[in-house]
């Protein structure tokens, strides 16, 4: 699902990643304008960073594809939206960046990462919540020792 369809999946379920102790950010990549629209539009509770030089999104080596970006998969997935009179808000910024999905540990160890293969390529709540616990329960035990 796109950035945004994903966005609001994860705050419905905010209270289970609050409770795994997981903090969530979010990284646009877009111009402070688009950036501004889109944290506007999604009212994301989530901490918000723009990073426009792309640090961090070629530091976890996420791409940019005209093809990917359009696949018959994302086609499909705004089409659908659109018959289901659901609003998809165009293009915005840069249509072609793919995001991606990281779960970073306490440690800086990187504990999940998903690069999209294309815009609705997301990995599932259950996969983020369960790495999420993990490293969770991993850290209550090393507590408890």
């Not at 111009?31 to 918000?48: A, C, G």
């Not at 940019?64 to 659901?86: C, D, E, F, H, N």
């Not at 999420?132 to 991993?138: P, Q, Y």
């Amino acid at each position: 699902m796109p950035c945004r369809d994903h966005v609001a999946q994860v705050v419905a379920h905010q209270e289970q990643f609050e409770a795994a102790n997981v903090q969530i950010a979010t990284i646009s990549f877009g111009t402070n304008y688009w950036s501004n629209v889109w944290l506007q539009e999604t009212q994301s509770p989530f901490s918000f960073l723009v990073d426009q030089q792309l640090a961090a999104y070629q530091a976890y080596g996420l791409k940019s594809s005209a093809i990917r970006a359009w696949s018959p998969r994302s086609v499909l997935y705004y089409t659908r939206a659109k018959l289901q009179g659901r609003e998809t808000l165009g293009n915005r910024g840069d249509t072609h960046q793919l995001g991606g999905d990281f779960v970073v540990g306490g440690n800086g160890r990187l504990l999940l990462a998903h690069p999209s293969s294309d815009p609705v390529d997301r990995p599932s709540l259950d996969q983020l919540l369960e790495v999420s616990l993990k490293n969770f329960d991993a850290k209550m035990q090393r507590g408890k020792g």
